[in-house]
């Protein structure tokens, strides 16, 4: 059936660039998402993808798609304590049906001063 | 702007107990879900309503029942509750089930002993 995968934790230091990763099994995605969730809050929608772009800048972020090994990335430079959350990756069907979002389990990132 | 709001934040019921979860938005969204977050599990989707009157199943239902009271309010209800539903619960909403963007409540935290 349909997965999402990602690594469930990472670790970097203030000021350096972090890079969380995501593996995919639903080819026929249309959008391909980063959600952040902060301690005790609910999820935010932090950047999405669509499925015929490979790479979309957002200020510190960037999110690199690779549809042939179904790999999705979020770069965020310059990382700063107030970045450490859980980041969820997170992808729908080729209807565009929020109802078949599929999770990953989330990356807790931590950044240390 | 509120947002999404859900009551309560934090509940302990007994097994049997029945309770409901309440949430609310106010952004004209057509769409609400609840979804349950645990431990190496993601998240789940356990009932939505694509819009006023209809509700559908998502991937948990069972031990759930959800009420859809009009356009802003939908609610979640737990008949008799057993310890395997200790979980948080979200609600979230967007415009659109096809919309890529979920907005979140900040969460339940739901134990039944």
């Known amino acids: 059936g349909e997965d999402v995968e990602q690594s469930l934790f990472l670790s970097v230091r203030e000021g350096d660039s972090s890079v969380i990763n995501c593996t995919y099994t639903d080819s026929s995605s249309t959008y391909l998402y980063w959600y952040k969730q902060e301690p005790g809050a609910g999820l935010q929608l932090l950047t999405y993808i669509f499925s015929n772009m490979d790479m979309k800048q957002d200020q510190r972020l960037t999110v690199l798609l690779n549809k042939k090994d179904k790999h999705l990335s979020l770069r965020i430079a310059d990382t700063q304590t107030g970045d450490s959350a859980i980041y969820f990756c997170a992808e729908n069907d080729n209807a565009g049906n929020n109802r078949k979002l599929i999770w990953g389990l989330g990356t807790s990132l931590a950044v240390n001063p | 702007n509120a947002g999404v709001t859900q009551t309560p934040k934090f509940q302990v019921l007994k097994t049997g107990q029945s309770m409901t979860l309440q949430c609310a938005q106010d952004?004209?969204?057509?769409?609400m879900y609840w979804y349950r977050q645990d431990p190496g599990m993601g998240l789940r989707l356990i009932y939505y309503s694509a819009s006023e009157g209809t509700t559908d199943k998502g991937e948990v239902p069972n031990g759930y029942n959800v009420s859809r009271l009009n356009k802003r309010e939908f609610s979640l209800r737990l008949e008799s509750a057993a310890p395997s539903q200790t979980s948080v619960y979200f609600c979230?909403?967007?415009?659109?089930?096809?919309?890529?963007?979920?907005?979140f409540g900040s969460g339940t935290q739901l134990s039944v002993l």
């Open positions: 952004m004209n969204h057509n769409s």
């Open positions: 979230a909403s967007n415009i659109l089930s096809t919309n890529e963007k979920l907005f």
